[in-house]
């Protein structure tokens, strides 16, 4: 069978969890023995199979998601030949509704996320925003299949797109590499980032982003013991806005404490999971996530996890077991906004804290967390369930 994998992000171009997602997914559907291409922005790479499409100087000046579009046509008429085109996230989603109406051929789709579930995305994109949701709704609406990333995610593509036939609507999850994302004793990564292995600290891996909830759980951090430690292995900021709002939170917290270590650049993998495998506690303040691969990552590096109850969190984290899980409250607009914020804050730092007070649940948390990413999301199994879905459209 050929598949054309069609993807805004693919190695080493990769920012998020859709690109670590199609990373792994390609990797193992090829173990599986698809012909795959896979198709991505960016710059030329050498791996075969894999064809690049510059984005950087597609339509000069025009809005970044009228760019997108460009590059999806290129991308679209270059899919002659397979059988079935499967995209990922809205960059691609144009992509694969206009190779298939091109080409007379199926057209998957994997929901990592939703434009209607994202309305801080105007401040970045504009009138893009409008574009960027307009091509997600047409071809969800229109494919052959969608793929949900958790039954959460699904939840919400039947919320958002309610012309869709529920059955079209398949539940496959993300999944983790536990060979890679594994304990790392080794300490030198935390020297050279100035890390004390003296004192207990919580980390953050993530963009600065909204929907992230970074500034809720800078909020929180001042009420911790003043010995705990904070990193935050964060950066590429979605807006000017929220990297200044983010600014003056740490230069706040900064003032307070010490032990507060702001990693803005992107680390490579291994040194992430050296900071994970140390820490007392992972702390996901999401207030919108379709399942956080993140917490898989660290649950893998057997590190207790403290995370948002919200979207298909519940159901990667389990309550109780492998972390806790933060109630949240929110405004029925799209955005995950807490309704009540302060209360959301009291209760993520409450929940911080008391892990951090009882180091041996939190170290039996995070044993039980890497079992668990062991057993339930390896990516082989999950490249059969994505096959079944694709032999179900042929």
């Known amino acids: 069978m050929r598949a054309d994998l069609l993807t805004r992000e693919y190695p080493p171009e990769v920012y998020g969890g859709a690109g670590v997602h199609v990373e792994y997914l390609s990797a193992a ?15 030329p790479r050498d791996e075969e199979g894999v064809t690049a499409y510059d984005d950087s100087s597609v339509l000069p000046g025009a809005n970044a998601a009228l760019r997108t579009m460009a590059v999806d046509l290129a991308i679209a008429g270059d899919c ?20 298939s109406l091109l080409h007379g051929i199926p ?57 869709l036939d529920p059955d079209r609507v398949q539940v496959v999850y993300n999944g983790i590499d536990t060979e890679l994302y594994a304990p790392d004793p080794g300490t030198d990564v935390l020297e050279r ?26 909020r929180a951090a001042e009420r911790l013991d003043r010995d705990v430690q ?17 600014e003056t939170l740490v230069g706040e917290l900064k ?19 050296q900071v ?27 590190t207790a996890v403290v ?38 804050v009291s209760d993520l730092a409450g929940t911080i804290q008391g892990l951090l007070d009882d180091p041996a649940r939190a170290e039996a948390m995070g044993k039980a967390g890497r079992e668990r990413a062991v057993q339930h999301f390896s990516w082989d199994s999950i490249a059969q369930r994505t096959l079944e879905v694709y032999r179900s459209v042929l």
């Not at 982003?209 to 809720?216: A, E, H, N, S, V």
């Not at 140390?278 to 660290?298: D, K, Q, R, W």
């Open 29 to 43: 559907l090829r173990r599986a023995g698809t012909d795959l291409r896979v198709r991505c922005f960016g710059a």
């Open 255 to 273: 003032r307070e404490r010490s032990g507060v270590v702001w990693v803005q650049e992107m680390l490579p993998r291994p040194q992430v999971i």
């Open 307 to 344: 995370a948002t109850a919200t979207g298909g969190i519940p159901e990667v984290v389990a309550d109780g077991e492998c972390g806790l899980l933060v109630p949240i409250a929110q405004v029925a607009d799209g955005s995950g906004t807490p309704i009540d914020p302060a209360q959301f």
């Open 193 to 218: 980032l100035g890390i004390s292995r003296e004192r207990p600290y919580i980390v953050f891996v993530g963009r600065i982003t909204r929907q992230k909830g970074l500034p809720y759980l800078l």
């Open 230 to 246: 904070v990193v935050l292995l964060a950066g590429a900021p979605d807006t000017k806005e929220i990297a200044a709002e983010v």
């Open 276 to 302: 994970l495998t140390h820490a007392t506690v992972f702390v996901c303040p999401s207030i919108y996530e379709p399942m956080g691969i993140v917490n898989l990552e660290a649950m893998a590096c057997e």
């Open 80 to 99: 002659a030949g397979t059988q079935l085109v499967h995209s990922h996230t809205w960059y691609a989603n144009f992509a694969g509704h206009v190779a």
């Open 107 to 163: 057209h998957v789709a994997t929901t990592h996320s939703l434009e209607p579930d994202r309305p801080w995305k105007a401040e970045q994109l504009g009138g893009g925003y409008a574009l960027s949701s307009w091509c997600e709704k047409t071809a969800l609406e229109s494919a052959a299949a969608i793929i949900s990333v958790s039954a959460g995610m699904r939840e919400d593509v039947l919320r958002a797109y309610p012309a």
